[in-house]
């Protein structure tokens, strides 16, 4: 090995390890923003000493590509705003996955007009052409989904499971007869159109508040797409940043499939939510009666409390309400109320999105509590006030063993002594289920969209 | 098995169980961050990227390659741009308090 491929090689070691150290630095509110940096560092160090490489002979189409792409990824990164953080993260998961199978298609194309494919390239070549593949047209289709140019709710259709079995096994065989027999790149090209139908099929059964799991699932492919193209380009720096990624995003996957107490088999393939499966717990809800609220009487619930705790949900981030939320919260607090915010792990469209929110929005993190932690509170709090969560604090979950949320892990709402619902209407959340904490007689409706009615709120406790 | 196989297979293993190791216990608070800056990490396809498109193959190589390098490219920028200035919201709170 000369002198030059020498120093790429060591370097490729130097940025791995800083990939390393700042994922590590991400675990903690401290350190988090250093870690970025360490990992944008090694990122900078990469692509340099890869520039140096001798392979590269030809900088024009490189230089142009970087100038656009850099343009454009620093124009989403400054202009997004955060209630547009999911559709972000997932576009961006499809531009990762996309990046990888056009390297592998690249590589083909270049390999097979040279000549005959040896077999381990013919097999890691498919391997990242079909993986980045799924992960490019599945992020693509859940942006739309997020976005609403796609309806959000699981869309299904006579045979799904079969049809797309078929097209995955499709994939695999003509990559098994591509590799063992006939290096065609008809078929090759086959492969990649199947890949990205296949994308398709597995996100557009799931549901919109299911999205959380499958944002970090497909950003968990993005990293083994990576990883794949490392193989095809015989280059280890992308399989150790790829697995990195790969791990992260299968971790993250967990904790959300935790939080709703579901299996990722259960995410993935029951097409939850479109309505059919809640019919065993809707029955009995005809005859409960719900009382509702005006702004000045919850304001003065609110106002004259001594602690509130508020939960936020998905309505918050759809209503754009965080910075009344914030207002109302330091409102409350200059009045001598003890405000915590209950921050339920997949409220929501992806981890942590309502934290993001409320941040933008100026709320100190140390007053968001995980639901673990603020569990036990709410027995001696005055008020819960919620602002667009529905399932996520629906008690249901935790006694009615035919409730298709049965066992999911709630915010325990229904214990404090007073609760507050800002919703828009009876209607029943993602579950498709209806909601027992809105008839509990200590709960009082507050119907309306969520920025109005805090908005409200706020005038009507600055009157008090 | 072809020897550079067999390498990269392990690194990989020997990675996903670093990043395990690495990435347990990441409280609430960070999971969209870590999770933008994950993905601007996985930008590192750009690195291939770069091998296929400045070796001056055919045009269809660099086609593919340029649409590589735009992709990679955002994904390294705008993943770790956004994951800065979300950050630096946490930051900003930390301190006032």
């Known amino acids: ?464 | 098995m072809p020897e550079y196989l067999l390498v990269g297979l392990t690194i990989f293993v020997l990675s996903m169980f670093a990043g395990f190791e690495v990435i347990t216990k990441v409280p609430p608070t960070l999971h969209t961050p870590l999770m933008s800056g994950a993905n601007a990490i996985s930008g590192i396809a750009i690195i291939g990227a770069l091998l296929v498109t400045g070796r001056n193959g055919m045009h269809l190589e660099v086609i593919l390659g340029l649409i590589a390098v735009v992709f990679a490219t955002i994904n390294v920028v705008g993943g770790f741009m956004v994951t800065d200035r979300m950050l630096n919201m946490f930051k900003k709170k930390a301190s006032k308090n």
Request: charged share 15%; hydrophobic share 50%.
């Open chain 1, 1 to 464: 090995m000369d002198a030059l491929s020498s120093f790429i090689g060591l370097s490729y070691i130097v940025a791995a390890s800083l990939f390393i150290i700042g994922l590590k630095s991400m675990s903690s509110p401290a350190t988090a923003r250093r870690g970025n940096l360490i990992g944008a560092i090694g990122m900078f160090i990469a692509i340099v000493v890869t520039l140096l490489d001798r392979q590269i002979v030809s900088f024009s189409w490189i230089i142009i590509g970087i100038i656009i792409g850099s343009i454009i990824g620093a124009l989403s990164a400054r202009l997004v705003k955060m209630t547009a953080m999911p559709e972000m993260v997932g576009i961006f998961n499809g531009f990762g996955g996309g990046a990888s199978a056009l390297v592998a298609i690249a590589e083909f194309v270049s390999l097979t007009s040279k000549a005959a494919l040896p077999m381990d390239t013919a097999i890691t070549t498919i391997i990242g052409v079909i993986i980045g593949g799924i992960t490019f047209s599945g992020s693509m289709l859940a942006f739309m989904k997020l976005k609403g140019m796609v309806s959000g709710s699981p869309i299904t259709f006579p045979l799904q499971k079969v049809v797309s079995a078929l097209v995955f096994l499709g994939a695999v065989v003509l990559g098994v007869i591509i590799t063992g027999w006939k290096p065609d790149p008809l078929l090759f090209y086959i492969i990649v159109g199947l890949s990205l139908i296949y994308g398709v099929l597995f996100v557009i059964p799931i549901g919109g508040a299911d999205m959380p799991v499958v944002i970090s699932l497909l950003n968990s492919f993005s990293g083994l797409a990576a990883c794949a193209a490392g193989f095809v380009v015989k280059n280890n720096v992308l399989i150790i940043a790829g697995s990195l990624v790969g791990s992260a995003g299968l971790i993250l996957t967990q904790i959300m499939c935790k939080a709703m107490n579901r299996s990722l088999t259960n995410v993935l393939f029951s097409a939850f939510g479109t309505g059919d499966m809640a019919a065993g717990s809707t029955s009995t809800t005809g005859d409960k009666t719900v009382k509702s609220v005006d702004a000045e009487e919850a304001a003065m619930i609110m106002g004259y409390a001594q602690s509130v705790i508020i939960v936020p949900g998905y309505g918050m981030a759809a209503a754009q309400a965080q910075h009344a939320v914030r207002e109302l919260s330091e409102l409350l607090q200059s009045r001598g109320v003890e405000v915590k915010f209950a921050i339920h792990p997949v409220a929501g469209r992806m981890p942590g999105h309502m934290n993001v929110l409320l941040a933008e929005a100026n709320v100190p993190y140390t007053l968001l509590h995980d639901m673990d932690d603020i569990n036990p509170e709410f027995p001696h709090t005055d008020v819960a006030l919620v602002i667009g969560a529905n399932d996520v604090v629906n008690p249901v979950a935790r006694h009615d063993q035919g409730s298709p949320i049965y066992g999911m892990p709630i915010l325990d709402v229904d214990k404090a002594h007073h609760v507050i619902i800002i919703k828009r209407s009876l209607n029943p959340g993602f579950a498709g289920i209806d909601n027992e904490l809105f008839y509990d007689p200590k709960t009082m409706m507050f119907f309306g969209s969520a920025k109005d009615k805090v908005q409200e709120l706020v005038a009507e406790i600055k009157k008090l």
